[in-house]
């Protein structure tokens, strides 16, 4: 989106499984190497009605929908807001609206070849930023009750109709302060703070950023510290749908720490970067800027991460 370019963005679709793919222009331009870049999905497809598609724009271009399998688009004037949070605005890297961040379709309200009635889009905003559709896209509302004055980095709706959320001060994926984890049940419409280290305690030194539910299991949950660098960044899973988390690693004795995983680098002995730290820090390290977890959907033993 900075000022030295004017080419706008691209929808590209499939229908050979990636062998050949079609070009769809968007009249605005995409930013997907710009801040908050990894807050998402932006793209989501209708899981009952697959010609339908939405798209969350940045720089204030709101919500587009096409309802032909991404050949066109067309914005959805009747989404009310396109989002107000600007990273910095004194230059043009970090000075753009964020925008429209996620799209979270509830599968369970709509049928095969039917259009899923209910929608969740969350957006940049300090403010409300969680919205809801029950009537298929036609008219929308701030979700009641919903937490204030961080940013929605991710919405992940498990098959027992609970929406997780991760939380940040900051868009990401270099910052993060302070940030918290939500869970919101769809079916009675409270919320509740499920933090592993909630934004009050002293110990909260980042945001929350990747998030992941097992599709087999929708009581385990995955979130990622969204900035940890030092030592190194930290994953959480929870067995029980957020009432406890255990951590990847742990201190023990500084700067001694005890660790939760094994890793093996063969296949990308780069990862070590011919570091050569100092404790508490080692090699390779797990990362940092995490703003994306998937447990495999077959393989619940399973995880990738960015």
Do not use: C
């Amino acid at each position: 989106t900075n000022e030295w370019t004017n080419q706008n963005g691209a929808i590209l679709r499939s229908t050979n499984r990636g062998n050949s793919f079609l070009r769809t222009n968007l009249p605005f331009k995409v930013g997907g190497n710009m801040a908050g870049r990894s807050m998402g999905e932006r793209l989501a497809i209708d899981p009952n009605r697959n010609s339908i598609l939405y798209f969350g724009a940045r720089s204030g271009n709101g919500l587009w929908r096409s309802t032909n399998f991404g050949e066109s688009w067309a914005r959805v004037t009747s989404f009310p807001v396109a989002g107000t949070y600007v990273e910095d605005p004194s230059n043009s890297y970090t000075g753009d609206i964020i925008g429209v961040v996620w799209v979270t379709f509830d599968r369970r309200t709509g049928t095969p070849g039917n259009t899923t009635q209910t929608i969740y889009v969350g957006v940049a905003d300090k403010g409300n930023s969680v919205y809801r559709s029950t009537d298929a896209g036609a008219t929308w509302a701030a979700v009641p009750g919903q937490p204030r004055g961080f940013l929605p980095h991710h919405g992940v709706l498990a098959s027992n109709g609970m929406l997780y959320i991760t939380y940040s001060d900051g868009a990401g994926p270099y910052d993060g302060e302070k940030g918290d984890v939500w869970r919101y049940d769809t079916s009675s419409g409270s919320w509740t703070l499920i933090s592993p280290v909630p934004s009050s305690s002293a110990d909260d030194y980042f945001g929350y950023g990747g998030l992941a539910v097992d599709a087999q299991n929708p009581n385990i949950v995955m979130v990622a510290a969204l900035n940890s660098w030092w030592p190194d960044t930290i994953l959480f899973r929870s067995l029980n749908g957020g009432a406890t988390w255990t951590r990847i690693w742990d201190w023990t004795s500084y700067p001694n720490r005890s660790f939760r995983y094994l890793q093996n680098i063969t296949a990308a002995p780069w990862l070590n970067f011919n570091a050569n730290p100092q404790l508490p820090e080692i090699t390779p390290k797990l990362g940092w800027m995490v703003g994306d977890l998937e447990i495999d959907p077959f393989n619940s033993n399973r995880m990738m991460y960015g």
